[in-house]
């Protein structure tokens, strides 16, 4: 998507008598400085990047404390304020999206399993793992969707994407063998300690494919409803409310004894405050991330959310006393890297023709893989 910069200050930039802003009593410098602002690419990229780390940091410090296990509930939680805070914009008429329709939720509702299940995954791994090993290992999404785009829809890898998943495999090795190092050390090989790492990877696998099911599922689903992107929203928080709400009742703890733990008293507020402001944090990842594409442009918008990885990584080392050690950031420095060669390879395999693929593409003839229908 191209910039819109220097197009969205409407009739405020005309000059006519009839509706020059004066006329109403509005200040002009104060109407540019915020159409200014809104076109500001540094203050997008800012937002966006600030809302993806504000949310990773909330969610990990609610599930930091070992005794939580309330995981439906939290996610129930933050599908219930992003249900309220979009109707509420729409009330208001900041925002507009379709009027939820059965018909069409019957549709979208596979989809919103799946998305269950991968924030479900995701809060499981977030536990167990420190927000930088997490993300260095949320980078194999990347190469389960390319694939998977690959055998559903007739996609392609190219040579420089290859190199960039040699990357992303190497910095999750890394980063594993530099946390069961640290554990090791710190504990002197505890086999409990190892077992909640070795949880945390199996969880983090199982989000990756959770993940990657969800986004290939999400595409193909998207051509039957015509959703826009606020659209899904509103239909997976909906929709997901009731299973989250039957599954925290039935398979979790709601013994007086495991909400003490799971909310102690001196810190309940603070818990309660976090799981609002990460719902919260949904809507605004979502809005940021079509600010950031409007006031730069896609291919700005794609590595900003590369170089991204890097701040999240180190919002674990900082706010969460995640060890510092050189192989941990070396996992960290080559995540970093391969984040940006793959959105380089993306971009370089969209502006030109596909001359330079690897032979993983659908073939001319009945070979190769086909696209579902």
Request: aromatic share 10%; charged share 15%; net charge positive.
């Amino acid at each position: 998507m191209s910039s819109n910069r220097g197009r969205t200050t409407g009739n405020f930039e005309r000059d006519e008598e009839d509706d020059s802003p004066r006329k109403f009593g509005i200040d002009t410098k104060s109407v540019s400085n915020a159409v200014s602002l809104s076109n500001s690419p540094s203050i997008s990229v800012l937002a966006y990047c600030g809302s993806s780390i504000l949310m990773t940091v909330m969610n990990k410090y609610i599930l930091s404390g070992l005794d939580f296990n309330l995981n439906f509930l939290l996610l129930c939680v933050q599908s219930i304020v992003c249900v309220v805070a979009i109707q509420t914009c729409k009330a208001t008429g900041i925002m507009t999206f379709q009027d939820f329709r059965m018909d069409k939720a019957k549709q979208w509702f596979p989809v919103t399993l799946l998305l269950i299940g991968m924030i479900y995954t995701g809060s499981k791994a977030l536990q167990f793992l420190s927000i930088p090993v997490y993300t260095i290992f949320k980078n194999l999404t990347i190469i389960m969707t390319a694939y998977g785009e690959v055998l559903w829809f007739g996609g392609s890898v190219s040579r420089l994407s290859l190199f960039s998943f040699g990357l992303i495999v190497l910095s999750s090795v890394v980063a594993a063998w530099a946390d069961i190092k640290h554990a090791v050390e710190s504990t002197g090989g505890d086999s409990a300690n190892l077992a909640v790492l070795n949880s945390g990877y199996i969880w983090v696998l199982v989000n990756c494919v959770c993940t990657s099911t969800y986004v290939l599922g999400k595409r193909k689903r998207i051509k039957l409803t015509n959703f826009k992107d606020i659209d899904t929203m509103s239909y997976d928080n909906t929709l997901s409310i009731p299973v989250l709400i039957f599954s925290t009742f039935l398979l979790e703890d709601w013994s007086a004894e495991n909400i003490n733990k799971n909310f102690p008293l001196d810190q309940r507020h603070a818990i309660f405050s976090a799981m609002i402001l990460s719902g919260l944090c949904t809507i605004f990842i979502s809005y940021t991330s079509a600010w950031c594409i409007r006031a730069t442009s896609s291919t700005t918008y794609s590595m900003v959310g590369a170089l991204n990885k890097l701040p999240i990584a180190v919002s674990g080392l900082v706010f969460f006393d995640a060890p510092v050690t050189v192989p941990s950031v070396s996992a960290i420095g080559l995540g970093f890297i391969s984040g940006i060669v793959y959105t380089i390879a993306k971009i370089k395999q969209n502006a030109k023709p596909k001359a330079d693929i690897l032979p993983l593409s659908n073939i001319p003839g009945g070979q190769g893989p086909r696209s579902a229908p």
